[in-house]
């Protein structure tokens, strides 16, 4: 038996929630392969430290493939599957990862769980999953025949194998029709700048909420944003109000961050927000309500005005700096 | 002109503590108010600024029971302009199971000789998280669909669908109609229902009908509810006065540079 994993290569790299579902696909006990579309040159090494054994690798000089479309790319996981005779097929719990997942259950025509957290049982298999934004679990059984799930960001943390496998590259027919690439991406735009990618990975993020009062009152917490080196992150109210944009909303429905330092200032923390901003190493509140379930949930927390405190913090740090 | 059908779900509005009911199989929501998710706000929004620029119509559809046609009429008073409720519990129904009933009201509708160019749904629910109820929409009525999208344009025969792209900047598709299109929230800012838009909701014609076939279900077991996190807060202080314990705290975490 094997389990077979959709690797996303994101700029030549095996992506992190990659890495995170192979550790996830790993914990099975199978033999562990990969579906990968495009070149896997600078890949093998890499797959293989994750212990991936085969590398079903899918040719991008064919048109259907030479862009991301979600049937044509569907079709070729479920070949992969066929190819390994696998009952169960993983994807990273990201946009491509849960729309690829969606399809292959479509056309097998079997259940999907989206955002696994945890395998509760093999035999059946039943695996646990986000529901609710991540305010409680469902334990969902899924088809013998097929299983298929994705792996939510930081359901585990990317480990390596103990012992590194030397993964062979099998090439990957796949036929494909021409529904297959109804859908295919025609072009990509570059973003507003200052887009989330910089708020997803940045080591340090400044949160701001209900709590900042008005769009005027954010210059103190720009400036510790760029005293830390770090990115702004603002709740859902802050968007909804218009203060700022949306691409700098963490939450269920904006940015999922994992800083090493989130410091929110002036959120409460309602669920919605806490879904985006629960992997963060360290959490640092700022808030005038010793309650909330922010700073309640916090690591440390500072209790007051953010009007005061923050230009307090940020005179320091200059002091510091400089000193 | 364009006719757009959107898909709504009421959920429960979770912002804060929740509790399960007593068979653990869904969240208790005795207490809870209800809702749609962001997304379908975002989607309502468009399928009334796409159809409206084509003259065309905006269908909003649910499954639910009778508590649902609060969030129907909430549609039609932000411009939608017929309402319809497949009426069912919806804890029986998972994705594959709404996904057909939808399919069967559209082709009954096709039958009637109102067809939709474009069909919107939320890019996934905010109560289940299931993200597929409109890829499998889409196979069921074996039209192209495309999820994660924030902004729609309908043009000659086509939809220009734009979303985030997982190396940053947007990713573009031209899709032939008809289509079927989830939507994220971001694209748009919702609007809010006018006066009149209110009147028209409270007078709208809610159109009910069976789902056609039985359910299959979700393959929910049963729900789990984290355990509660103790507060292990250390605070550093009160106002303005803490600044130097928080500057000790950042030069410990090594931010500090």
């Known amino acids: 038996m094997s389990v077979l994993v959709w690797v996303e290569v994101v700029e030549g790299e095996v992506s992190e929630v990659s890495q995170e579902t192979l550790t996830f696909a790993r914990g099975l006990g199978e033999e562990l392969h990969a579906v990968v579309v495009g070149s896997v040159d600078e890949l093998v090494e890499p797959l293989g430290q994750f212990g991936v054994s085969t590398i079903h690798q899918v040719d991008d000089s064919d048109a259907a493939f030479a862009a991301y479309a979600p049937g044509a790319w569907s079709a070729a996981v479920l070949a992969a599957s066929r190819a ?3 009952s169960v097929v993983l994807a990273p719990g990201s946009p491509r990862g849960n729309e690829l997942m969606a399809h292959v259950a479509a056309r097998a025509d079997v259940l999907m769980a989206a955002n696994a957290v945890n395998v509760e049982s093999r035999e059946p ?19 013998e025949d097929l299983a298929v799930l994705s792996v939510a960001g930081h359901a585990c943390s990317a480990e390596p194998a103990d012992e590194p496998a030397s993964a062979q590259v099998q090439a990957l027919e796949v036929s494909t029709t021409p529904a297959d690439i109804a859908v295919q991406v025609a072009r990509t735009e570059p973003g507003a700048p200052d887009e989330s990618g910089s708020l997803k990975s940045a080591k340090v993020v400044i949160g701001a909420g209900r709590g900042v009062g008005s769009s005027d009152g954010f210059e103190e917490l720009l400036e510790m944003t760029d005293l830390l080196h770090g990115s702004l992150g603002v709740s859902r109210v802050v968007t909804s109000l218009g ?14 961050i994992s800083p090493d330092l989130y410091v929110p200032c ?58 | 002109m364009s006719d757009v059908l959107v898909c709504i779900k009421r959920v429960p509005d979770t912002g804060g503590e929740v509790s399960l009911d007593e068979d653990g199989m869904n969240i208790d929501i005795a207490h809870l108010g209800a809702t749609v998710s962001p997304h379908e706000e975002a989607a309502i929004e468009l399928a009334v600024q796409q159809a409206g620029a ?17 969030q129907l009429r909430d549609a039609v008073a932000l411009g939608c302009t017929n309402a319809v409720l497949v009426e069912a519990t919806p804890a029986r129904f998972g994705p594959r199971d709404i996904a057909l009933a939808i399919a069967d009201v559209v082709r009954s509708h096709e039958e009637q000789g109102r067809s939709y160019d474009l069909i919107l749904l939320g890019n996934d629910a905010a109560d289940t998280g ?48 008809p289509a079927v299109v989830t939507v994220m929230e971001g694209g748009v800012e919702p609007r809010y229902p006018s006066i009149p838009g ?16 039985e359910p299959d279900g979700s393959g929910r077991v049963r729900l789990v509810l984290p355990p509660a996190p103790s507060s292990q807060v250390r605070v550093l202080g009160e106002g303005p006065e803490a600044a130097p314990a928080v500057a000790d705290l950042l030069q410990e975490l090594g931010v500090l540079r």
């Not at chain 2, 065309?56 to 046609?69: I, Q, R, W």
Request: net charge negative; glycine share 10%.
């Open chain 2, 198 to 213: 209110r009147m028209k909701a409270k007078r709208a014609k809610i159109e009910t009908v069976e789902p056609e076939r």
């Open chain 1, 125 to 143: 298999l039943l695996v646990s999953r986000q529901v609710f934004g991540g305010t409680a679990f469902e334990v969902m059984s899924l088809s």
């Open chain 1, 243 to 256: 203060w700022r944009p949306h691409h700098e909303q963490v939450g269920q429905t904006g940015s999922r």
């Open chain 1, 84 to 86: 390994c005779d696998t």
């Open chain 1, 266 to 323: 002036g959120i409460s923390g309602a669920i919605q927000h806490w879904a985006g901003c629960s992997s963060a190493k360290t959490i640092l509140a700022i808030n005038n309500d010793p309650d909330a379930p922010m700073v309640t949930r916090a690591h440390y927390a500072v209790i007051g005005d953010l009007h005061e405190i923050v230009p307090a913090i940020n005179e320091e740090i200059r002091r510091r700096v400089a000193g």
């Open chain 2, 54 to 70: 084509t003259d065309g119509e905006v269908t909003v559809l649910s499954l639910g029971d009778d508590n649902a046609v609060e």
């Open chain 2, 130 to 177: 299931d993200f597929q109820v409109g890829v499998r929409l889409g196979y069921a009525l074996e039209r192209p669909v495309v999820t994660g999208i924030s902004t729609v344009e309908l043009r000659d025969g086509h939809v220009v669908a734009t979303g985030d792209s997982p190396t940053g900047g947007n990713q573009v598709y031209e899709i032939a109609l």
